[in-house]
């Protein structure tokens, strides 16, 4: 649903509508919690933290296309297991239009750190797992002997 900003009291005539001079496409909160699968609550958090910035027809928030594509950044970094602080910077980043050198080294060092704690958890995972299979063993090898000691009258 798009809206226009219609000026009534201009004596300036309007340009005609060319395909070029379209509205842009605009979403409401429930179309990017529906596209999203995220509740208005957490997109109006995302709000209230800065990630979005719709503006309002009445009391109706009004999301655009920058809006949606940092809204699909930020579900994305919480997906992949980033704080709100690196996922406002990774969304910043994308928003800036200077030399982005600086700013991508700095991401790539996120994402390094953000690599070895995975990589990290990963490893205790490995080690966790390889010990329940010892103890799952060791519970079959008990049970077999306990059900061998029930069965001697």
């Known amino acids: ?4 900003d219609v000026n009534v009291n ?7 509508m060319t395909s070029s001079a379209r509205p842009a496409k605009t979403y409401t909160i429930t179309e ?3 596209e999203f699968d995220a509740t208005p609550r957490a997109i109006r958090f995302y709000e209230d933290l800065g990630l979005l910035e719709p503006t309002r027809a009445g009391r109706n928030r009004v999301y655009s296309q920058r809006d949606r594509t940092r809204l699909k950044l930020t579900l994305r970094g919480k997906r992949l297991g980033f704080s709100l602080q690196e996922i406002a910077q990774l969304v910043t980043m994308y928003d800036t239009e200077s030399d982005t050198a600086p700013q991508l080294e700095a991401f790539l060092g996120v994402l390094a750190a953000h690599r070895r704690q995975l990589e990290g958890q990963l490893e205790d ?27 001697k009258p």
Not at 1 to 4: K, L, S, V, W
Not at 10 to 16: E, G, I
Not at 125 to 151: M, P, S, W, Y
Request: glycine content about 8%.
């Open 1 to 4: 649903m798009g809206y226009i």
């Open 10 to 16: 201009s004596t300036a005539p309007f340009p005609p």
């Open 32 to 34: 990017l919690a529906r």
């Open 125 to 151: 995972i490995r080690v966790t797992l390889d010990e329940l299979t010892l103890h799952e063993g060791r519970c079959r090898q008990l049970l077999v002997a306990a059900n061998q000691g029930r069965k």
